[in-house]
């Protein structure tokens, strides 16, 4: 449970990451694609900052944008222009590889499809991120048995995906973006391949984290009843935020914080 | 990412693709194994031929007419014994030089017949050629000069004819004259594909007489040391072209028989090795193939690895590895396999050969080298993926 730090705007200019630091802090994020030599921009401007321990749902038509503004704030992709900070530290300024590590360290990531290795136990998918940031085989058991226990999937260890029902499989999915104690999960659409009770489920799993861990969760979804189960909706469209009820038209560095309290 | 984590990953991709695997593998397995058989039968090919020249005796030089190498034909001979006593006086030492008249003749003994070459040679030859007796003597002095009817059989004829019979002492008919078999060889296989141990060898002068031989074909000459080989050989030949202006006269050496077998042998192998070594190539494209289907059939798994943190070079490393691993354990069933086939030719048939240390070490430097070579550009690819698009192939 993080205490509520209120984040002094505009000093995340350190280089290294600050604990005080927002978690994201995006100022005239642009991202343009050439498709066919066409430039198709699919974002235009976006001013966002979530803090540390927030719960966050970002909702907008297809095409509006949102998976764009995801793979940024993911570190999957770089903006075309404008500048985002992850944990205060300035992703124009890392190297391919540095950004691997940033992923690994500071994001867990939550797919729509799940995204796991199918051939492998469930055990071993969680454990895969530790793989790359190199602790050693026995820890990473150790840690990976302990997130899916936290999933409530302590009996599934030696599963295969394939031997899972889709709610499981998300399950193991989120256990693996928690195994690395990242500050925050960025979730996909991580109920649309659900049905509505294992999805329910995901979301009870989702809003626990948050709560009880203080993991700032960043939800991207078009389910209405998915959102509000968020403390804060962003809406995107045709590549700007809309409406954030956070900020309330206000600027991001006062971005609407919930505490752990209000998630009850 | 630690390096037995990445071979961990790349053996588990290989184990559940496992009939691709093995697909892969083979071209790298036929490769490998038939660059170890080929050069294992070459070198043995090549180890044989030189023993047999060896097993001749040491320091000698074959004196035969005309030019000799390969295509030149046959010279009809125009030496006859009055050259042998030339060239002893030009050697020196009569008792260092011999001579060959070899004819196709049909022996008997009681009902029991065999077509051997019968051979007119001299007293001197034991002195010349590695020739151990088994039984008996070999041919004297005085049965060349008296032209006796007797006859030193090689060890095979003997056993034809006599059986488990002792045949020194007893008679032979040798185109239809009797002959007293005074001595018998030790077996000493064969040279350049004549087996020396079904000659039958009788004084010359009995030959020329008996046989209707009055050429000779060849000479041979022993030199008393291997310095002295070079001198000697062109002092007779120089003797013989003398004695007859404007003939040619050829004179070869142990040594110069031993390097050009050896050259022409050598070279065999390199070819043999070659081709082989082609088959391995292709077996090198094929895991090129494999790889970039792999690295396409896995994009997402690419992205997701990339979203959790794999480093380029993680990646790279994985499929770089994968490649690897893939035809160096191809390299390892192939020489394993060549040599097993390499032991079993050797053993079932007459072909030698020989399995060469270099040769498996080449083969599995290449098959390593080969995954190298044709893993980079795939595992390069896999590694450059962008991880937004991999994450979101089909």
């Known amino acids: 449970m993080t205490p509520d730090l209120p984040p002094s705007p505009g000093a995340g200019a350190a280089d290294g990451p600050a604990s005080g630091a927002a978690a994201f802090e995006a100022a005239g994020l642009t991202r343009s694609y050439q498709l066919e030599g066409v430039s198709v921009d699919a974002l235009r401007g976006v001013d966002l900052r979530i803090d540390p321990g927030e719960f966050v749902a970002v909702v907008g038509p297809s095409g509006s944008g949102k998976s764009t503004l995801m793979h940024l704030l993911g570190c999957l992709d770089r903006p075309t222009s404008g500048t985002l900070r992850v944990n205060g530290v300035d992703v124009s300024t890392l190297s391919d590889t540095r950004l691997a590590e940033l992923r690994n360290r500071a994001i867990g990531f939550v797919f729509q499809s799940f995204h796991l290795l199918a051939r492998t136990p469930a055990l071993e998918n969680v454990a895969l991120p530790l793989v790359y940031r190199g602790v050693p085989r026995a820890e990473r058991r150790e840690r990976a048995r302990e997130a899916l226990e936290s999933v409530g999937l302590g009996h599934r260890l030696d599963h295969r995906p394939s031997q899972m029902s889709g709610g499981e499989q998300q399950r193991v999915a989120i256990a693996r973006a928690l195994v690395g104690d990242p500050r925050v999960v960025l979730a996909d659409e991580p109920t649309g391949n659900l049905d509505t009770r294992n999805g329910a489920e995901v979301m009870a799993i989702l809003d626990r984290l948050n709560a009880e861990r203080g993991v700032a969760v960043v939800l991207v979804t078009h389910e209405s009843e998915v959102a509000a189960r968020a403390h804060r909706q962003i809406h995107v469209r045709d590549g700007l935020i809309e409406h954030d009820s956070g900020t309330a038209g206000g600027p991001p560095e006062r971005g609407g914080r919930t505490g752990p309290s209000e998630a009850e | ?394």
């Open chain 2, 1 to 394: 990412m630690r390096a037995a984590e990445a071979f961990r990953i790349a053996l588990e991709a290989l184990r559940v693709n496992r009939l691709r695997s093995t697909l892969t593998m083979l071209g790298v397995i036929i490769g490998v194994s038939a660059v170890v058989v080929l050069v294992a039968v070459g070198t043995g090919a090549k180890n044989a031929v030189e023993s047999e020249i060896a097993g001749l005796g040491s320091n000698i030089i074959l004196v035969v007419p005309g030019r000799l190498g390969v295509g030149a034909l046959p010279t009809q001979s125009r030496l006859d014994l009055a050259d042998v006593a030339y060239v002893r006086r030009v050697v020196g030492d009569p008792s260092k030089v011999t001579v060959s008249a070899p004819s196709g003749e049909t022996v008997r003994v009681g009902r029991t017949e065999a077509f051997v070459t019968v051979t007119g040679t001299d007293e001197n030859l034991p002195n010349i050629f590695d020739r151990p007796l088994r039984r008996g003597r070999y041919l004297s002095e005085t049965d060349v000069d008296t032209r006796r009817r007797v006859a030193v059989l090689g060890s095979e004829v003997a056993t034809t004819l006599f059986g488990d019979v002792d045949p020194i002492g007893r008679q032979a008919t040798i185109s239809g004259v009797r002959f007293r078999v005074v001595g018998v060889y030790e077996t000493v296989g064969a040279t350049f594909g004549v087996n020396r141990d079904q000659e039958i060898h009788i004084p010359v002068t009995t030959a020329q007489r008996l046989l209707g031989v009055t050429r000779i074909n060849g000479i041979a000459v022993g030199a008393s040391g291997p310095d002295e080989i070079e001198p000697l050989q062109r002092r007779v030949v120089d003797a013989l072209v003398e004695r007859y202006p404007g003939e040619r006269f050829s004179a070869v050496t142990q040594t110069q028989l031993l390097g050009t077998i050896g050259t022409v042998l050598g070279m065999l192998t390199g070819v043999l090795a070659a081709i082989a070594g082609i088959s391995l190539l292709v077996g090198g494209v094929g895991v090129s193939n494999i790889m970039l289907v792999s690295v396409r059939e896995r994009t997402r798994e690419i992205g997701l690895r990339k979203a959790l943190g794999a480093r380029q070079r993680d990646v790279l490393a994985q499929f770089l590895i994968e490649a690897v691993l893939l035809t160096t354990i191809g390299g390892v069933i192939g020489i394993l396999l060549g040599v097993g086939g390499a032991l079993l030719i050797a053993g079932l048939s007459p072909v030698p050969a020989a399995v060469t240390w270099w040769s498996v070490a080449l083969a599995f430097g290449v098959s390593v080298a080969v995954g190298v070579f044709f893993g980079v550009a795939p595992a390069r690819r896999a590694g450059r993926l962008d991880p937004v698009i991999a994450l979101r192939a089909e």
